[in-house]
C-alpha cells in the first residue's frame, strides 16, 4: 500500500478529513477522531536516515498507535521502525512502500482508530 492508497482507504472507511498541522511540514497530515480530535494516524515523509537505513532518500511511513506487545514482535519485520516523532512503546512507524502487505496495515489503523475513540463515560453513583 502507498501514500495514496492509504489516504483513500482512510477517507472511505473512516470518518475523518486529512489536517495539516505543520506549516514546515506540509505533507504531514494527521487523522483524527471527528469527536473526540485524538489522532489515529499521521501520515508523512521522512529521511530514510532519520529511520536508520543507510541510504539517501525520503520514505513515506505511517504512525499508528499500536498495543506494547505486538511494537515488539513487528519491529523484527521489514517496513517496520520505532515510531518517529511519537512515543515508541505506544506508537509504531510503518512504511507504505509495499514492503507491508495492505492487510497488516489495515489490521494496524484499525487497531489505532479504535485505541484512539473516546471511552464511554461510566456515571458515578
Same mark, same amino acid.
Given at each position: 500500500?502507498?501514500?495514496?492508497?492509504? #489516504?483513500r482507504?482512510?477517507?472511505?472507511?473512516?470518518?475523518? #478529513?486529512?489536517?495539516?498541522?505543520?506549516?514546515?511540514?506540509?505533507?504531514? #497530515?494527521?487523522?483524527r477522531?471527528?469527536?473526540?480530535?485524538?489522532?489515529f494516524?499521521?501520515?508523512?515523509?521522512?529521511?530514510?536516515?532519520?529511520?536508520?537505513? +543507510? #541510504?539517501?532518500?525520503?520514505?513515506?511511513?505511517?504512525?499508528?498507535?499500536?498495543?506494547?506487545?505486538?511494537?515488539?514482535s513487528?519491529?523484527?519485520?521489514?517496513?517496520?521502525?520505532?515510531?518517529?516523532?511519537?512515543?515508541?512503546?505506544?506508537?509504531i512507524?510503518?512504511?507504505?512502500?509495499?514492503?507491508?502487505?495492505?492487510?497488516?496495515?489495515?489490521?494496524?489503523?484499525?487497531?489505532?482508530?479504535?485505541?484512539?475513540?473516546?471511552?464511554?463515560?461510566?456515571?458515578? +453513583?
Amino acid at each position: 500500500m502507498n501514500r495514496a492508497e492509504l #489516504e483513500r482507504f482512510i477517507l472511505e472507511n473512516y470518518n475523518a #478529513e486529512p489536517d495539516f498541522p505543520w506549516l514546515k511540514y506540509p505533507k504531514y #497530515e494527521v487523522f483524527r477522531h471527528s469527536n473526540s480530535k485524538k489522532w489515529f494516524a499521521l501520515i508523512m515523509d521522512v529521511p530514510k536516515s532519520k529511520l536508520g537505513l +543507510q #541510504e539517501p532518500g525520503m520514505l513515506d511511513v505511517a504512525n499508528f498507535k499500536c498495543d506494547a506487545l505486538l511494537i515488539g514482535s513487528l519491529r523484527c519485520e521489514a517496513g517496520f521502525f520505532p515510531a518517529y516523532h511519537m512515543n515508541k512503546d505506544s506508537w509504531i512507524t510503518v512504511a507504505l512502500d509495499g514492503s507491508v502487505p495492505d492487510d497488516k496495515i489495515k489490521m494496524l489503523l484499525n487497531g489505532s482508530y479504535d485505541a484512539t475513540a473516546s471511552k464511554p463515560t461510566r456515571k458515578r +453513583q
